[in-house]
């Protein structure tokens, strides 16, 4: 979250960066301030020596001098790691579903396949 203007917001992308000789564990927030329209960023690093967290935020042009830095060192984006819609993948649990008429009678029976990503796949439908 950042708070800029009075204003509180969410990041609008995030960067996982490379490793250098000083620091480990970086990660850049980059967000933009609803009220001023001004770029925001926070870079999260850890100090290899003294393994101390540092938060550095920034807004402006100083903000932007720091994302065209960092783009050299980016190694990918939490974009990246989001799941395409698709076919389900990874771990899959059968999902069952009875579809009924007026009366009540089971008219069919869906088969599908879920991902714990919200991802679904019909497979198989059954007429009594």
């Known amino acids: 979250m950042f708070n800029h203007c009075g204003r509180k917001f969410r990041a609008s992308d995030v960067w996982f960066l490379a490793d250098t000789k000083d620091c480990s564990n970086r990660t850049l927030y980059i967000g933009y301030c609803p009220r001023c329209n001004k770029t925001v960023t926070r870079l999260f690093e850890t100090n290899k020596t003294q393994n101390k967290t540092f938060n550095k935020p920034k807004s402006g042009l100083k903000a932007e001098k720091e994302i065209e830095l960092c783009k050299s060192d980016k190694l990918y984006?939490?974009?990246?790691?989001?799941?395409?819609?698709?076919?389900?993948?990874?771990?899959?649990?059968?999902?069952?579903?009875?579809?009924?008429?007026?009366?009540g009678e089971v008219i069919k029976i869906v088969q599908k396949a879920c991902d714990y990503y919200g991802q679904k796949e019909t497979i198989k439908t059954i007429r009594p």
């Open 77 to 103: 984006t939490y974009f990246d790691l989001v799941i395409e819609k698709g076919k389900p993948c990874g771990w899959i649990y059968g999902e069952n579903k009875e579809i009924r008429n007026s009366k």
